[in-house]
């Protein structure tokens, strides 16, 4: 599996990228789950300047084909909610719950995306901070940049950055990870209270992997401007699965990969209300996976997580379509658990009972524990797995 992400041109790990900014200056607080910088705007020193870059990554390319197969518009709302959401979500990790200010930026073939995907796209965008309001998250969109670059883009990306400032007595650092902490995961599939339908758990990592071992070959013909010319044919579309097939879930196949990224910020503002104190760190499980903490341990640690969600039926559907190891699904994809809350025993049962009451699933899935290097141990039911 590991050498056809290769031949497709994708880094599971991102280890070029993380490479190539390893000389960067880490910001105010080296270990928290975002850059922190110093109050540039107003130079306070008890606030500070939040700005985060994020998208849907390849997920636009199945919304194209799925919007291409059915005409159903929704799915662009869909993958601006995934741009959204990749940002703000990891804003929570440091304790941000808004204002926000966001911009959006579009690159688009005119050809294959006409007038109405752009609308559908910005107006979209607008309709969910509408959404977030209602539960207390102020998002302001300012703009942003729609370019034709079709020599560039085959059909569509959609990207968008969101910013804040906030009081540096308000951030979640994971400087107070510990010995003794649990780990209280929230479950990325179901309905919650403020979404409009079941939520497969998918999520804006591991798209490319997905799209192509789960979809048919006969998309590569059907829709070559969704493939990478370069890629040989044996990584394309290798599937057996129609967009619009049934699967045991509500949803077809299509909308289940397409199933928009879930936010945790209701959930999250209501936690910081109730428990800053207490709060010894968030980490959102996107690229990465289960073993994402890793790189936000503050020393030697080592978290063990032995009781994990129930892996929701996409994933199942992913790891058999493919044949992958189960220690690389666990690495690559948040598995039925996108948001984990370092915290206290006491505290976990009042945060699962707050993911609950917006009807998400949670529980204490794991601890913390001295140890004398970072290390993730996973314990499941396919097996024991460490990242280190």
Known sequence: MDNRYNQRGVSAQKEDVHKAVAKLDKGLFPNAFCK???DYLANDPAFCNLIHADGAGTKSILAYMYWKETGDMSVWKGIAIDSIVMNIDDLLCIGATGPFIYSSTIGRNKHKIPGEVISALINGTQEYFDTLREHDIEVHLLGGETADVGDVVRTVIVDGTMACRMERSKLITTEKMQPGDVVVSLASYGQATYEDEYNSGMGSNGLTSARHEMLKKEYATKYPESVDPNLPDEVVYNGKYGLTDATETPLNVG???LSPTRTYAPVVLKVLQQHFDQIHGIIHCSGGGQSKCLHYLPSPLRVVKNNLL?????FNMIQQ????????MYQVFNM???LEIFTDKETAESIVAIAKSFNIDAQVSGIVEKAEK????IESNHGIFNYV
């Open 36 to 38: 922190i910088y110093p």
């Open 255 to 257: 909308k289940m990969i």
């Open 310 to 314: 129930p892996v929701p039926p996409l």
């Open 321 to 328: 379509a493919a044949g992958t190891d189960w220690r690389e």
């Open 336 to 338: 039925g658990q996108r």
């Open 374 to 377: 970072k290390e993730v141990v």
